[in-house]
């Protein structure tokens, strides 16, 4: 049996880091309306102000604001309304002392007025006359030229995965296409005898492919691309065989299963067999210590532990920080602070992840530890986050302020 040459996480960071630094992105140009989720490949500036025009923010009169200086219920200001603006409409004249227009609430004030006065604190005295019974501030109650962006203003930073929000306002700017970075692709190879999929029929000692699913989603979440994903039965020319048709297809193939230290574990030596070099062949981090990362060429191989929670962790710690890598992506992990609400045990010289849930109570948030084995899937399903225990800890005592990090969306 061969033993690892166990890597720290720091040392795997490195790794990790000057490969990306080899990888050449691909761009592509791409239809604003299928862009949503994709990661934008360069800087997005303003190519017009925002707004184009002075527009109001309620319904009410366009005014100059000296004239209403001082105006109350006992003592209004009388102006002559000489116009209502349409929506849509472009007002082409100035307006002059003792003078106001009826705007809608976005359109176009015209040059010369300098605030809104809202249509509740206006009476109409007849068809031309106003009374103004409430005074307003220089430029109250709208919306100046240039005030929502600026024309050459960077309005979306390179490596940004693009929101449903980002494409309204770059709708708003007259942009229709967006230039993205091609998606990573990705194979996805799951290895065991007693590996079956989704939709096969189950016999006792088999398990359905659930890291491979898992996994899947994991990618096509952060985005990339899944060219194939496939089982491949304790073999090594098999496995072999399906290592090299992945390697002439996509950018990173993740093998799942068949990276700990079993005889019957042929992942090293496949890589090794097409090619490849071993850069990484065990990691101090719990769960996911047997973890192997090679390279064939510029084709990077993830060779993850086959325990469900174990491969998710590897994944969200290093496939996840890769990507983030090859991408100019630059997103801070989300994380909250939180009260530990139980005794939290780690292995001194490896870093720990543990499972928590979270929940918010009246003092705060509390991160309470969900405890498992690495085999159960519901571990991750049912946790909100982890929490990191550095290496050098023994753990971590209840009551501690911890930062946990999270999987998905905290329920409340």
């Not at 890769?322 to 001194?348: C, D, F, W």
């Not at 849930?357 to 991160?367: K, P, T």
Request: hydrophobic share 40%; charged share 25%; net charge negative.
């Amino acid at each position: 049996m061969e033993f690892f040459n166990v890597a720290t996480v720091e040392d795997v960071d490195v790794i990790l880091k000057e490969i990306a630094s080899t990888y050449l992105a691909e761009e592509e140009i791409e239809e604003l309306l299928n862009s949503v989720g994709r990661i934008v490949s360069e800087d997005i500036f303003a190519t017009i102000d925002l707004p184009e025009f002075n527009r109001s923010t309620v319904d009410g009169y366009a005014v100059i604001s000296q004239e209403v200086m001082g105006a109350s219920e006992s003592i209004p200001s009388f102006l002559e309304c000489i116009s209502e603006v349409r929506m849509g409409e472009v007002v082409d004249f100035s307006l002059q002392k003792g003078k106001a227009v009826y705007v809608p609430t976005g359109g176009m004030i015209p040059e010369g007025a300098d605030g809104m006065v809202m249509i509740e604190y206006v009476e109409k005295l007849d068809e031309q006359t106003i009374l103004v019974y409430k005074p307003i501030a220089p430029l109250e109650n709208m919306t100046l030229i240039g005030d929502d962006l600026k024309k050459g203003e960077r309005v979306i930073r390179k490596g940004k995965k693009l929101t449903p929000y980002d494409i309204g306002l770059l709708v708003g700017l007259g942009i229709t296409k967006v230039k993205v970075y091609k998606k990573p692709r990705f194979a996805v190879i799951s290895t065991g005898d007693e590996i079956v999929d989704v939709d096969a029929a189950q016999k006792v000692g088999q398990i359905r492919d659930i890291n491979g699913y898992a996994l899947v989603a994991l990618i096509t979440q952060l985005g990339g691309d899944v060219f194939q994903k496939v089982i491949v039965k304790d073999d090594f020319d098999k496995l072999q065989t399906a290592l090299k048709a992945s390697l002439e297809q996509v950018d990173i193939v993740l093998i799942s299963g068949g990276s700990s230290v079993g005889t019957r574990d042929y992942t090293k030596d496949v890589i090794e067999s097409v090619g490849g070099k071993v850069l990484v062949h065990g990691i101090s981090i719990k769960p996911g210590k047997p973890t192997i990362i090679g390279q064939v060429n510029e084709k990077i191989i993830f060779g993850l532990p086959g325990h469900p929670a174990s491969a998710l962790i590897v994944f969200n710690r290093f496939v996840k920080t890769y990507m983030q890598q090859i991408l100019a992506r630059n997103e801070k992990e989300l994380s909250i602070v939180a009260t530990l609400a139980g005794n939290v045990h780690a292995s001194p010289g490896k870093e720990t992840y543990q499972m928590v849930q979270l929940i918010l109570g009246e003092s705060g948030w509390r991160a309470i530890p969900f405890y498992g084995k690495s085999g159960m899937m519901t571990l991750l399903a049912k946790s909100s986050g982890y929490i990191r225990i550095r290496d050098d800890q023994e753990g971590l005592m209840k009551g501690e302020q911890v930062e946990a990090f999270l999987f998905q969306e905290v329920m409340l």
